[in-house]
């Protein structure tokens, strides 16, 4: 059994609207026990949902990062192709 006190009057009073209407019983009466565990659900769900936006927004960044770090070591390397003389100029 579950008992859960200092509820406010007008959250109790959807709870029971929304346990009666959407897990009724062949009483007739809400399962709130469903009904608690529905609402369970959705809460964790819609933290993960959270979490993962922040994760593919972090790595929407590092893609790009990575995507800028690649494209400078490219022209890194077209630079380092060539020799440089002693006298400054450059030859393949």
């Given at each position: ?7 406010p ?23 709130y ?9 959705f ?15 972090r ?12 494209s ?9 192709s060539?020799?440089t ?8």
């Amino acid at each position: 059994m579950l008992v859960i006190n200092r509820v406010p009057t007008k959250t109790r009073t959807e709870f029971l609207k929304f346990a009666d209407e959407e897990f009724s019983g062949d009483d007739g009466r809400g399962d709130y026990g469903m009904a608690l565990k529905c609402i369970w659900d959705f809460f964790k769900g819609q933290n993960r949902n959270d979490k993962l936006d922040h994760i593919e927004d972090r790595m929407i960044v590092l893609e790009s990062t990575l995507s800028q770090v690649i494209s400078d070591e490219s022209n890194d390397k077209d630079d380092d192709s060539k020799q440089t003389m002693l006298d400054g100029s450059k030859i393949e």
